[in-house]
């Protein structure tokens, strides 16, 4: 399966927008991008995803780099409810059946 | 809607004890279902996963077993408990993880005395 590399913290300031990273340069063309977030003590939960083209829906805008080796989450005004960690995961349709998680990026949301 | 439930909420259990953990899908059909575990402050495991009755797929060697007796019902067992075992175990299910994602359930934090 091709690997992501998300930081492993970031920082954000409420009503700031935050530019979540992660790169997958082995991504292959039939992989699409997800993003997950896990709040504290709860289950994963679906944000967005993509597989060439900007993505927006009511939580997040999805930014994939023109090459797809790259791809941005971005949450455009952080709130102390955003604080969680956030999964960049890859799946195509040879992985359908499994959502494999990384380690994430911890995202600390402050006053 | 869809929804999942997954019980119980928490859970403390002796070594050596045997283990059940239920979870139920309502408002679809013919979902694909997992189970995952999450040690404490680690990483989020598949354990399990299923698309029908009775296919069940296993991710990793281990002192647990699952079985989908029903189309939307996915249960996670031991025989007998290990110290080990303790996490926090999460159900999920998608009609179609590319396009709809997963959706997880609550969890079920299970701690091994």
């Known amino acids: 399966d091709a690997k992501t590399t998300q930081p492993n913290s970031m920082e954000s300031n409420e009503e700031e927008p935050v530019h979540l990273p992660c790169n997958h340069s082995t991504i292959s063309g039939t992989d699409y991008i997800h993003w997950y977030r896990q709040l504290p003590s709860q289950g994963p939960e679906y944000v967005i995803h993509?597989?060439?083209s900007n993505v927006n829906n009511r939580m997040a805008s999805l930014a994939i780099a023109e090459d797809r080796k790259s791809s941005t989450l971005i949450l455009h005004r952080a709130t102390l409810r955003d604080a969680a960690v956030y999964y960049c995961i890859l799946i195509n349709t040879g992985t359908a059946s499994k959502l494999t998680f990384g380690t994430g990026t911890r995202l600390q949301v402050t006053l | 809607s869809q929804t999942i439930h997954q019980w119980p909420a928490t859970l403390v259990q002796p070594v050596g004890s045997p283990l059940s953990l239920e979870c139920t899908v309502e408002g679809t059909s013919n979902p694909n279902l997992y189970w995952y575990r999450q040690a404490a402050g680690r990483g989020l495991q598949l354990l399990f996963y299923s698309v029908g009755i009775g296919q069940i797929s296993s991710e990793v060697p281990q002192n647990l077993s699952a079985s989908r007796p029903q189309d939307r019902q996915f249960i996670l067992s031991s025989k007998k408990l290990l110290l080990s075992d303790s996490g926090f175990y999460l159900c999920?299910?998608?009609?179609?993880?590319?396009?709809?994602?997963?959706?997880f359930g609550s969890g079920t934090r299970l701690t091994v005395v």
């Open positions: 993509g597989l060439t």
């Open positions: 999920a299910w998608s009609s179609g993880p590319i396009f709809y994602g997963y959706t």
